[in-house]
């Protein structure tokens, strides 16, 4: 099939790639001349395992094409999908202006039938607004072009997308004609071989169920980070209590971990989106205000407990961070919590030496841009070198067992503010470390 995929971000690129791996010719188109000019050089704009050398290995086959023209990106295609940002508005809302862009541009150049399909995250009505764009520019052109617009919401995980995309869990697919539905059960079919993942739905419920699972995701992030606070209130251990609720199926293992709060590009905005929507539509949605009033305060935890430790007033103190990423195996930086504690941490005074595998770009030249108190060194251990204490804001696998004599050696005390309680099971207190972590004091 001939698809083309408009945005060439972290969903636009993996899903573009994916259906290129399958045999499809797609094309990805962006604005960003840079970023074009880069992928047609074989270099990637964002860290994602695997995603490399599956678009290498398909501009090779001359299966994966990228185009700044999305002109003539959509000539040959029978489906385009729009793969845009959608990122928080002034007031919380979904902002969609790239959309509604890309819409227009659709309609001032599409020759043929078409499946338009929304993959970015919108709030419930968009593939509407998309439809009415699309026909007014058929409409001022005098032509007469039959088309579809369809909602088919991504859920893969950053860090893991490639895989999330070529198995997943569900493709769900709301559409209001068969002609689309089959079109779309066709493309995904190799994606769907093991057993039926495909999942057809009217259009707004397919756009309300990506707001509605990313906040069922964050609830139980927040409701876990909760229970947590209140743990160190009254003397129990988080750590525990996550293994005693997650061994009861009916509640699980996965997101209940606690920790320094969630961040990325999706759960904080579209859980204030489908906050907006609620309220746009004359419904107070108490839970979910409550599940973001959480969010913001849990990031500051690990910042509170350093303050509780060293005092108001850090000017002096150097602390060594292990990760900026929101989360391991991804370059991502998008309302990471450790954006939030080392502004509160610089803000009193103290200076950072800060390490990632991956994000420290993003935190040069975007998140942490012109911060000059931090400093960003390549080594894990050598951040902590005169450092007063170790401060882990990311998973990272080679955080998870890390040398404890060696971060001893380095730092000018042995103290950890562990903010995703990763060690927690190494009993760090009986080797002469004071341990700081989430839900247990
Ligand atoms: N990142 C994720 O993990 C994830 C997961 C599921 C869903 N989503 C949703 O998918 C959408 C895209 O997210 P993302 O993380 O890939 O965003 P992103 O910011 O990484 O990429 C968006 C891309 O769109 C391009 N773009 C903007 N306007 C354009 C236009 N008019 N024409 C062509 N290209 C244009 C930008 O240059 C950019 O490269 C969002 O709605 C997001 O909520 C993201």
């Given at each position: 099939m001939n698809i083309t995929v408009i945005g060439s971000g972290y969903v636009g690129l993996v899903s573009g790639t994916c259906f290129s791996e399958m045999g499809n010719k797609v094309t990805c188109v962006d604005i960003d001349a840079k970023k074009i000019e880069q992928l047609n050089n074989g270099v990637l704009p964002i860290y994602e395992p695997g995603l490399e050398q599956m678009v290498l290995k398909n501009i090779k086959n001359k299966n994966l094409f990228f185009t700044t023209d999305l002109s003539t990106g959509i000539v040959d295609a029978?489906?385009?999908?729009?793969?845009?940002?959608?990122?928080?508005?002034?007031?919380?809302?979904?902002?969609?202006?790239?959309?509604?862009?890309?819409?227009?541009?659709?309609?001032?150049?599409?020759?043929?039938?078409?499946?338009?399909?929304?993959?970015?995250?919108v709030p419930i009505g968009t593939a509407d607004k998309v439809k009415s764009t699309i026909q007014s520019e058929l409409n001022k052109r005098g032509v007469l072009i039959d088309f579809d617009v369809v909602s088919n919401p991504e859920f893969l995980k950053e860090g893991a997308a490639i895989a999330d995309?070529?198995?997943?869990?569900?493709?769900?697919?709301?559409?209001?004609?068969?002609?689309?539905?089959?079109?779309?059960?066709?493309?995904?079919?190799?994606?769907?071989?093991?057993?039926?993942?495909?999942?057809?739905?009217?259009?707004?419920?397919?756009?309300?169920?990506?707001?509605?699972?990313?906040?069922?995701?964050?609830?139980?992030?927040?409701?876990?980070?909760?229970?947590?606070?209140?743990?160190?209130?009254?003397?129990?251990?988080?750590?525990?209590?996550?293994?005693?609720?997650?061994?009861?199926?009916?509640?699980?293992?996965?997101?209940?971990?606690?920790?320094?709060?969630?961040?990325?590009?999706?759960?904080?905005?579209?859980?204030?989106?489908?906050?907006?929507?609620?309220?746009?539509?004359?419904?107070?949605?108490?839970?979910?205000?409550?599940?973001?009033?959480?969010?913001?305060?849990?990031?500051?935890?690990?910042?509170?407990?350093?303050?509780?430790?060293?005092?108001?007033?850090?000017?002096?103190?150097?602390?060594?961070?292990?990760?900026?990423?929101f989360k391991p195996g991804t370059d991502d930086m998008r309302e990471a919590p450790a954006i939030y504690v080392v502004n509160e941490l610089v803000k009193r005074g103290a200076k950072i030496k800060a390490y990632d595998p991956k994000a420290i770009e993003e935190a040069q030249h975007f998140y942490l841009k012109g911060i000059k108190e931090v400093e960003y060194l390549d080594s894990k251990y050598e951040v902590l070198k005169g450092s007063e204490a170790l401060i882990l804001l990311t998973e990272w696998k080679e955080f998870r067992s890390p040398d404890f004599q060696e971060i001893k050696s380095q730092l000018k005390q042995p103290i950890i503010f562990d903010g995703r309680n990763q060690y927690n099971r190494f009993k760090l207190e009986e080797k002469g470390f004071e341990y700081f972590q989430i839900g247990k004091l």
């Open positions: 029978e489906i385009v999908f729009i793969a845009v940002g959608t990122p928080m508005g002034d007031d919380g809302s979904a902002d969609l202006q790239y959309v509604l862009a890309v819409a227009k541009s659709i309609g001032l150049s599409m020759g043929k039938r078409l499946v338009i399909v929304d993959k970015s995250t995309f070529m198995k997943p869990d569900r493709v769900v697919v709301g559409a209001d004609s068969d002609y689309a539905i089959n079109l779309m059960k066709e493309l995904y079919h190799p994606f769907c071989m093991s057993h039926d993942r495909f999942i057809a739905m009217d259009v707004r419920s397919a756009e309300m169920t990506k707001y509605a699972a990313n906040a069922m995701l964050a609830t139980k992030i927040s409701f876990m980070n909760e229970i947590a606070n209140i743990c160190e209130k009254v003397g129990a251990d988080a750590n525990q209590v996550r293994i005693g609720i997650g061994s009861d199926s009916r509640i699980g293992y996965s997101f209940i971990y606690p920790g320094a709060g969630y961040g990325g590009s999706c759960f904080p905005k579209d859980v204030k989106a489908l906050k907006k929507i609620a309220e746009e539509n004359g419904y107070k949605a108490n839970l979910i205000t409550s599940v973001e009033n959480v969010n913001d305060a849990q990031k500051l935890v690990i910042a509170k407990k350093i303050v509780k430790r060293f005092g108001e007033n850090l000017t002096g103190l150097t602390f060594g961070l292990w990760g900026l990423a």
